[in-house]
């Protein structure tokens, strides 16, 4: 059976052929829809969200001491955060084989780094596959989790967005129905006290060595010999460009597991060619260890150190053009910056906000980091999931070290970012006797992401109805006495809401509380936001003087008619949010009737 898939649907098909149990994972671009796949096989996979990615890894960890094959995946930021468990769990090694799915983004298309975690699984000690498109994405994974067991060993598979988000015909299998292994009690390999992980520790060397020979005859690392002239030294998604830009002029040496690398195969290779070319991604990692091993070759004295070597970098890297694209007069291109949806809920509040010429403002990763931009201009710091809430402890520890301080700050993330790790920041500053002001903007779901379900959203993955974490309940609990919560669409209830926290010194919370826009709204959201987006707003052109000031809302469905001098609502994009409304001197906008 064949069947067109993404990278990240044919990861997910690899892990229900290759008798995965479970899986976990926290969503972010470009992992995200590797476990809303797996998720689909409800009658043989137990698919969950994680809170954060420590978490998931953690969870899959557990499943994996309990005998079962399970797989994690996040985006490559998210290591970051699961490294702790990661680099232990390389120690403890396995029961069923245990896959992480690193999800990495060279060019940053939507991250804030563009970190090659390729590193990590040298760092960690551990097995590494990178596939070069989605039927290698899936076939590898059922070679990856027969290794995890083998050699007892987690395993790093990584992959890119080029191959997530790309697809290709991709040939199918049947599911194998791995039984669940016994667990058998075992603390000499499953607790790492100093005593046993010392010894564990040894044996990380033990296996790595076993691994190099199995990387030296694994059939995931091949030559392709064409000539001897030029020969190109490629992983993942690299080796597919490439051919693209040498074809048959050159020989190449495809590597499909990548640590540890093959050394008898690379100076193999090298006796063949004249001149090796290595093509990577980001870091050297290949190139480097080919020149201890005393290899001449070339890559990032050629090739860009950061972005994707896509064919027309490489052109230009090698020929000083680019022969895919034409040369446009960027001049006359209009650029079309990234904005909140039209009746996105975060509007209301950057916009009152960003009036207070005495905030700083910590924000935090998600939809709403398009704070920063103008006409908000309402976020001064953003750095990485959670650390808005830190951050803005700290900013105010030190503001307060001044006898004539004026400024406060102000910590500002979403409501799946809270549940991921802004909780404990929010303790930390409580904890710390910390003054700065704490805004949780709830949307009701993941959205950035493309509205996943969290704590707070009342249902699982798989949509089966669960507890709901209610925020305001949860922040009181901490011990947090000043807690609001306001609607954001009311700009003068969070302009009110606002001057009350910057009145208080003492710790305070405001929870902004609206269903994103674009969310499918739960009984529960109709419940509570009986009407919302059911209308839209209109503008009154014998009312309407002209002014802009609806513009400066930032809303993508109002804008200005030059000829007329007036503004204009879009009744395609409007949901009837009336922050345009509320800010018209002559309330020349008005909703429109049901």
Known sequence: MKKLLTGNEAIARGAWEAGVRYASAYPGTPSTEILENIALYKEDIKAEWGTNEKVALEFVIGASFAGARAISAMKHVGVNVAADPLFTNAYTGVNGGLILVSADEPGQHSSQNEQDNRNYARFAKIPMFEPSDSQEAKDMIKTAFDVSEEYDT??????????????????????????????VKNAEKTVTVPANARKLRVKVEERMNKLEEYSNNSPLNFMEINGTKIGVVASGCSYVFAKEVFGEDASYLKLGFTNPLPHKLLKEFASKVDKIYVIEENDPIIENEMKMLGIECHGKDVFPYMGEMTPDVLRKALYGKNLDSIDYDKSKVVPRPPSLCAGCPHRGFFYEIGKRKDAVISGDIGCYTLGFAPPYNAMDLAVCMGASLSMAHGLQQVFNMKEDNTKRAVGVLGDSTFFHSGINSLMGALYNRGNAINVILDNRITGMTGHQENPGSGYTLQGEETSMVDIETLVKSLGIKNVRVVDPNDLKAVKEVIDWAFSIDEPSVIITRYPCVLKKLSKEDKEEFCGAFTTKCKVDEAKCIGCKKCITVGCPAVSFNKESKKAVIDATTCVGCEVCAQVCPVKAIEKEAK
């Open 154 to 183: 987690p395993v790093l598979f990584r992959v890119t967005t080029r191959l997530c988000h790309s697809k290709c015909i991709v040939e199918c299998g049947d599911r194998k129905e791995v039984d669940i292994k016994e667990y």
